[in-house]
């Protein structure tokens, strides 16, 4: 594990571990009665946990682990654990338990435009991520505002792939669509494609830039 997801980890960890982890949680009566918790199928756990599966305590006991396996293995789905966390009101939980869930989203966010294919886990690219974290946060701002600053290819091909994906009909997140609008975002398409124009790439950065610059304008 990289060694800042493993911070990232370790904080969550320390935070919620006020929250003891049980083996067995109480399950609806009339659903399916008690549930043990197995680390080895966490993705049917995750779909009713918090609902008819466990309290709320319970939930907070396995944030640690269902967020440390997002970002390690690929039997989670991002949208599913975001969708958990938005029922159980995440936003009105303790300062420190808030604190720790945005620092490991940031690494996580950090992992993953560091790489390109990235492999961070169950996130398959930027706008998955993204995607999730907007439901989780209500805004992606920081995020956007966080890969202005960050550079290199990998940065630049995630920028290239959700330009393609959004042309080719993906739904984003509307603070992402402004993002994109921007000159800035163009010019830095053009720049990567001057500076990688030799590498295998490059015909994608180009037709990123192509595409964008097309879409801009039929949107004004």
């Not at 309290?55 to 690929?74: F, H, I």
């Not at 992402?176 to 500076?195: I, P």
């Not at 950065?205 to 949107?219: E, F, I, K």
Request: glycine residues 8%; proline residues 4%; negative net charge.
């Amino acid at each position: 594990m990289d060694d800042a997801l493993a911070a990232a980890v370790g904080r969550l960890r320390e935070t919620f571990a006020r929250y003891p982890r049980r083996t067995v949680l109480e399950g609806c009566p009339h659903c399916r009665g008690p549930v043990r918790v197995d680390e080895h199928d966490l993705f049917s756990l995750t779909l009713r946990l918090g609902g008819t599966v466990g309290t709320d305590d319970d939930v907070k006991s396995l944030v640690p682990l269902l967020l440390e396996r997002l970002a390690t293995g690929n039997e989670l789905v991002p949208s599913v654990i975001s969708s958990l966390l938005v029922r159980q009101d995440w936003r009105t939980w303790p300062a420190a338990e808030q604190e720790a869930v945005d620092g490991y989203l940031m690494v996580v966010w950090r992992l993953l435009l560091a790489e390109h294919p990235p492999r961070v886990g169950s996130f398959g690219d930027a706008a998955e991520f993204l995607g999730m974290a907007d439901e989780l946060c209500g805004g992606i701002g920081l995020f956007l505002h966080d890969w202005d600053t960050i550079r290199g290819s990998a940065a630049d091909r995630h920028i290239a792939d959700l330009v393609i994906g959004w042309v080719g009909g993906a739904q984003l997140p509307a603070a992402v669509l402004t993002w994109l609008h921007r000159d800035v975002v163009r010019d830095r398409l053009y720049d990567a494609f001057e500076r990688d124009h030799d590498a295998a790439w490059a015909d994608d950065l180009a037709r990123a830039y192509d595409l964008l610059s097309w879409q801009v304008s039929s949107d004004m």
